[in-house]
T-cell receptor
Framework: GQNIDQPTEMTATEGAIVQINCTYQ??????LFWYQQHAGEAPTFLSY??LDGLEEKGRFSSFLSRSKGYSYLLLKELQMKDSASYLC??????????WGAGTKLIIKP | NAGVTQTPKFRILKIGQSMTLQCTQD?????MYWYRQDPGMGLKLIYY???????DKGEVPNGYNVSRSTTEDFPLRLELAAPSQTSVYFC??????????????FGEGSRLTVL
């Protein structure tokens, strides 16, 4: 079966750096998305990786290793507004999106 | 600058009732999707459409129906509502040449409770 694993919850301090991991086992791979979802709101797009390596976008970076079935989202200079759930989603060989359950990130002052 | 609009935002249904969740997008996207999200779970695909007149089942289609008569509209019909359909429903759209490679744009969600 297809599976995406993310930690259920993480806690970090305002101003610090946090890394949210995502490992996947899917039938084929055509890219990996990260979305942010604030409580009670819709998911919003953060990043898309299809090639190995690091993609940087402001305070957020996303890394992919296809050989290891692994990605991480790196958030720097954490702000209180970064408190949200972060969803990892993989595009499989049939171009279907497989979603992880999400990681709830709690930021403490 | 509407994006994806879905209605209603909240609804309480009695067991056995039926209803339609409306979804409209103004971005001329070819792909549209309906997801449900239960607490602590990932998004589950109910139905999707790759263009007007074409719809396909997702992971959890039972108890639901959809239609796509225009590019803009993708309503989700719940027939004979059951408590298991209590969830938050999200409509989304994307533009992609092949598969959901494009960024998904989500509506604000519809919180449905079946009692």
């Amino acid at each position: 079966g297809q599976n995406i694993d993310q930690p259920t919850e993480m806690t970090a301090t305002e101003g610090a750096i946090v890394q949210i991991n995502c490992t996947y086992q899917t039938s084929g791979f055509n890219g990996l998305f990260w979305y942010q979802q604030h409580a009670g709101e819709a998911p919003t797009f953060l990043s898309y990786n299809v090639l190995d390596g690091l993609e940087e976008k402001g305070r957020f970076s996303s890394f992919l290793s296809r050989s290891k079935g692994y990605s991480y989202l790196l958030l720097k200079e954490l702000q209180m507004k970064d408190s949200a759930s972060y969803l990892c989603a993989v595009v499989d060989s049939n171009y279907q999106l497989i979603w992880g359950a999400g990681t709830k990130l709690i930021i403490k002052p | 600058n509407a994006g994806v609009t879905q209605t209603p935002k909240f609804r309480i249904l009695k067991i056995g009732q039926s209803m339609t969740l409306q979804c409209t997008q103004d971005m001329n996207h070819n792909y549209m999707y309906w997801y449900r999200q239960d607490p602590g779970m990932g998004l589950k695909l109910i139905y999707y459409s790759v263009g007007a007149g074409i719809t396909d089942k997702g992971e959890v289609p039972n108890g639901y129906n959809v239609s796509r008569s225009t590019t803009e509209d993708f309503p989700l019909r719940l027939e004979l509502a059951a408590p298991s359909q209590t969830s938050v429903y999200f409509c989304a759209s994307s533009y992609a040449l092949q598969g959901p490679i494009g960024e998904l744009f989500f509506g604000e969600g519809s919180r449905l409770t079946v009692l």
